[in-house]
C-alpha cells in the first residue's frame, strides 16, 4: 500500500487548505484512512504524531479529535482512491507535517504517507 499527500502550504491564520491522499497497491474500501500530524518541537516522530481524523472503510462516518472539530471535515472519493481533508478556520497551533496513514481504525498504523508541511502564520 502506498500513499501520496500533496496540498500543504503556508496559510495565514484563519485561512483553508484542501490536503488530498493519494492511495494506491489496494482498493480504498478496504482501508480505514486517517490523517495525523507530527507538531514542531516533538523528539519521537511516531509515538508523538497526533491523530487529527479517520474516516471508515465502508466511508459512511468518521471521528475526529477534538482539537479540529467543526473546522476539519474528512471525506473520500473512491473513483480517484483519495481521501481528503479540508481545513477551515486555520490556527498557528495548526501548523506541522501532515501525514496520511492505514488503517487508522487499527492498534498499529503499518502504512504512512511522506507527509506534507502545514504552516499557520501571519
Known amino acids: 500500500l502506498q500513499l501520496v499527500e500533496s496540498g500543504g502550504g503556508l496559510v495565514q491564520p484563519g485561512g483553508s487548505l484542501n490536503l488530498s491522499c493519494v492511495v494506491s497497491g489496494s482498493p480504498l474500501h478496504n482501508w480505514a484512512i486517517g490523517w495525523s500530524r507530527q507538531v514542531p518541537g516533538k523528539e519521537h516522530p511516531l509515538k508523538d504524531r497526533?491523530?487529527?481524523?479517520?474516516?471508515?472503510?465502508?466511508?459512511?462516518?468518521?471521528d475526529y479529535a477534538d482539537t479540529v472539530k467543526g473546522r476539519f471535515t474528512i471525506s473520500r472519493d473512491s473513483a480517484k482512491s483519495t481521501v481528503y481533508l479540508q481545513m477551515n478556520g486555520l490556527k498557528p497551533e495548526d501548523t506541522g507535517v501532515y501525514y496520511c496513514?492505514?488503517?487508522?481504525?487499527?492498534?498499529?498504523?503499518?502504512?504512512w504517507g511522506q507527509g506534507t508541511q502545514v504552516t499557520v502564520s501571519s
Open positions: 497526533e491523530g487529527v481524523s479517520c474516516i471508515r472503510s465502508s466511508g459512511r462516518s468518521a
Open positions: 496513514g492505514a488503517d487508522c481504525e487499527a492498534p498499529v498504523v503499518d502504512y
